[in-house]
């Protein structure tokens, strides 16, 4: 046996350590702890994999792991196995490789907050149900550890639970991941009713039994659940709304979860039940155009955002996008692929996003950044790296696995492809933006008189998303901050980040830059032997032209000409309000969903319910006691008298009733 088991638990022993006893170790204890067991985890998998195979052309097959039987009800076994095919290894591969190059540079970023050890907690429970994900061997599995990320991502995005900013995001990514969830587990109820078992070899191999559903049926109705429950986990309309507003936990934990853990978590759930979804091809068809839909739609809101963070975090929905299109279209190796390119390229960028909020003192206005290439050239090398690879640029590993989805989505319907590609050229235009606006120019934040970078004019929300990375905190308060409060106290003019972040940044820019050339269709092509689209020569040059002009475009108009994108916004002033507005759809969802389903909440279930219902009915029923208790107290006078004339009163009439009872004989 290989040992799976160690693979999760290794982080969750980091969890339990650094959680209940990281208040009396020091920074340095927890650092080994939280990095040391993912590091540990990480070559595990290693280990496991190569002893399997997978790097010399075996694994072949499933490999499985029973421990013990969990759920016993009739002829339902539902039991913890953990499994390993070619799927699982790319996903195991990124999580614990990708998962602690963030820890590393985490330690370096949070330095300075409070709750240090409680954070480095949360990233190892993290870790450990994203690895149950993926390791588990049966939909219920698979559940815990999707709904522990949705935990996980509650804990570390209100990391700054005493701002109300960050526990309204933390709320809201919960809720939002609560609507999907409830699509997910309906999709297992009806997966238990029709297949009489959860395990994933079992159930698939009963689905490739039957036949394709040309109309709705029930294993349409599965896929569509399951759409659901990616939706919500990937940030997919229209349970998108979430992903944003994450952005108000530590830069890390962005990385974390736009690379590494929770929004891949639908895309491999579509992917690992591609058997059902390729037996309901309606349901597969609804995958495709809420991608490209999502893609689309998200690119858009990027082009106006000038909070560096939530570009890339718009840029994380729209490439999520792209995979939900590749697996819609049927190429399902192309989306898992750049699951991959992806997490390198963006976890590069978020923390790439952080190393510059460092040396800007916590601000994430890009408005009041430029003329960084002077101060921080390693983190603005890096972030080129990151801004070419998603941009497209041929040979890099964007491209290659961009250039496969939309292959497919040409093959499937032109017209995807074509929607796909102006996406792509929206994509390279707004991260080039963002590179532009941060690098170039000159410094446009503030120097404060005693040389310190001023952060006090930023807005709070953009300040207290940060923290003080600058502060002088050594205490290991739990309150989510140091005392030196939010941003603000910079040191000078801004300055490179220490080695232990940009490091991370340089191992991710070489992944970013080469990993196109790891060729993961070809490794999955036995798991997904489907055709993954004509590899014309023209459809690759146009998207990489579209890439091209994009980051031309960007380039001219914030580096050349830095006047013009000021004239276009006074000329298209309706639209780019909607626009940089976010086309209201969170007013939209609280004018009919949020503030409908509160003031209800309110008159109904509090006024009328609550307090008009169960309060009276409690109420009333002590009212009802004290009463029949105060009838009864007239009786306990304490009179001698008054006892005996009771005493003669009740026995007259029970005598009376005595011979009215022998009279009636």
């Not at 907690?121 to 994203?130: D, E, K, V």
């Not at 739990?478 to 940044?505: K, Q, R, Y």
């Not at 309706?574 to 976010?582: C, F, G, L, T, V």
């Not at 304490?638 to 009376?656: E, F, N, P, Q, T």
Request: hydrophobic fraction near 50%.
């Amino acid at each position: 046996m290989q040992q799976l088991w160690l693979i999760p638990l290794l982080p969750l022993a980091g969890f339990a350590l650094n959680g209940l006893l990281g208040r009396r170790f020091s920074k340095s204890v927890v650092n080994l702890i939280a990095c040391g067991s993912v590091f540990l985890s990480f070559l595990w998998v290693l280990k496991s994999l190569s002893a399997l195979g997978a790097f010399s052309g075996g694994l072949q097959d499933t490999y499985s792991e029973h421990y013990f039987t969990w759920i016993q009800s009739g002829a339902l076994n539902i039991s913890v196995d953990f499994a390993v095919d070619r799927l699982t290894s790319i996903m195991l591969m990124i999580v614990t490789g990708i998962g602690f190059l963030i820890h590393v540079y985490a330690t370096g970023y949070m330095s300075h907050e409070g709750g240090y050890y409680r954070f480095f907690a949360y990233l190892n429970l993290f870790m450990f149900f994203m690895l149950t994900l993926v390791l588990g061997a049966n939909f219920l599995l698979l559940f815990v550890g999707w709904e522990g990320v949705g935990l996980c991502s509650y804990l570390l995005i209100g990391f700054y639970f005493l701002e109300k900013f960050a526990g309204d995001a933390a709320n809201k990514a919960f809720i939002v991941n609560r609507v999907g969830d409830f699509g997910f587990s309906l999709a297992v109820f009806l997966i238990v009713i029709h297949f009489g078992t959860l395990d994933f070899n079992t159930v698939f191999a009963k689905v490739k039994t039957m036949p394709v559903e040309t109309s709705a049926g029930w294993l349409t109705a599965i896929a569509l659940l399951l759409l659901v429950g990616a939706c919500g986990k990937s940030a997919q309309i229209p349970l998108y709304v979430w992903l944003p507003d994450a952005m108000a936990g530590p830069t890390p934990v962005s990385a974390l979860i736009h690379a590494a853990t929770m929004v891949t978590a639908g895309v491999y759930m579509v992917a690992r039940s591609s058997q059902i979804f390729l037996h309901a091809h309606g349901a597969l068809n609804i995958v495709a155009i809420v991608g490209l839909a999502t893609a689309f739609f998200a690119a858009t809101i990027g082009l106006t955002q000038f909070d560096i963070k939530k570009v890339y975090a718009y840029s994380t929905v729209s490439q999520l996008g792209y995979m939900f299109l590749g697996l819609g279209t049927g190429a399902f190796s192309a989306g898992i692929f750049h699951v991959m390119t992806h997490a390198f390229f963006k976890a590069l960028l978020f923390l790439g996003a952080g190393s510059v909020i460092h040396a800007c003192g916590g601000e994430q206005d890009m408005r009041k950044m430029g003329g960084l290439r002077k101060y921080t050239p390693i983190t603005m090398y890096t972030l080129l790296a990151a801004t070419l690879a998603i941009a497209g640029v041929p040979f890099l590993s964007g491209a290659a696995s961009k250039d496969l989805i939309l292959e497919s989505a040409y093959e499937y319907a032109p017209w995807m492809y074509w929607v796909g590609v102006f996406t792509a050229g929206m994509t390279a235009f707004y991260v080039t933006r963002a590179f532009c606006m941060t690098f170039f120019g000159e410094y446009r934040g503030e120097i404060s008189a005693h040389g310190s970078t001023a952060g006090h004019g930023h807005s709070a929300p953009a300040a207290a998303a940060h923290g003080d990375d600058h502060g002088h905190d050594d205490k290991h308060d739990d309150h989510g901050h140091d005392d030196n409060g939010h941003g603000g106290h910079g040191h000078g003019e801004p300055h490179e980040s220490p080695l232990v972040m940009t490091a991370p940044l340089m191992v991710l820019a070489v992944l970013s830059l080469v990993g196109g050339f790891i060729n993961i269709p070809k490794f999955l092509e036995p798991m997904f032997p489907l055709h993954e689209g004509e590899s014309a020569a023209w459809l690759e040059y146009t998207a990489s032209a579209a890439g091209l002009i994009g980051i031309a475009l960007a380039y001219f108009f914030y580096v050349v000409a830095p006047s013009i994108p000021d004239g276009i916004v006074k000329t298209f002033s309706i639209p780019y309000r909607w626009i940089y507005n976010k086309y209201f759809v969170d007013e939209f969802y609280d004018a009919t969903i949020i503030n409908p389903a509160i003031d209800g909440s309110r008159s109904l279930l509090w006024r009328a319910v609550d307090a008009g219902g169960i309060d009276r009915i409690v109420n009333g029923t002590g009212q009802v006691a004290q009463c029949i208790g105060g009838f009864l107290r007239r009786f306990q006078s304490g009179s001698i008298r008054s006892y005996a004339a009771w005493v003669v009163l009740g026995s007259i009439l029970l005598i009376a009733y005595a011979g009215f009872m022998g009279g009636a004989k």
